[in-house]
């Protein structure tokens, strides 16, 4: 890097993909994946040839067929148990825009008002998003399940909340 953009540019892709990407990725796991349905682990089998009996019993009973295929019950157990625990914020963490135990990372004033401003604006920005997710005009929130895009939503509570981005966890 040969200038101060080159490090600011380096260090938001850095923050972008440690911090929101991975929570957009790995947070919302659950809600879409906790009905093994959905997204099956696995295939059991082959998709059955035309005229075979795998074919002809696939086309009596579709739903009997594809249970067969799909995930086994213990495979699923274990599937979902790990989509859950990646899924769940713990009761440690602190989020983007927050920290651990005060100030004291730093005595110098510019800084901690800049991170000040920082938590100050991400708490905005999460006013603002829970007002367009209840917006009724904004259609596009929502998709035939009524659920709202809350991932990127800056602070979340403990548990499978679907929304919040961990600055750091407290063990």
């Known amino acids: 890097m040969q200038t101060r953009q080159e490090l600011v540019e380096a260090s938001v892709t850095l923050i ?25 682990t696995i295939s059991r089998r082959f998709m059955p040839e035309k005229g075979s009996p795998e074919y002809d019993a696939l086309a009596k009973n579709p739903e009997k067929e594809f249970l067969k295929t799909i995930t086994g019950k213990k495979e699923t157990l274990i599937d979902l148990t790990v989509i859950e625990i990646l899924s769940r914020h713990a009761s440690g963490e602190f989020y983007l825009g927050q920290r651990d135990g005060g100030d004291y990372w730093t005595s110098d004033a510019g800084p ?31 998709g035939p399940t009524k659920m709202p895009y809350t991932l990127l939503y800056p602070s979340s509570e403990e548990g499978l909340t679907f929304k919040g981005i961990p600055n750091s966890i407290s063990i």
């Open 16 to 40: 972008w993909i440690a911090s929101a990407l991975h929570v957009a990725v790995n947070f919302g796991q659950y809600p879409y994946r906790g009905l093994i349905l959905n997204r099956p």
């Open 112 to 142: 901690l008002e800049a991170f000040k401003r920082f938590g100050n604006n991400l708490e905005e920005i999460e006013k603002k998003l829970i007002e367009k997710n209840n917006d009724e005009t904004l259609r596009n929130r929502y």
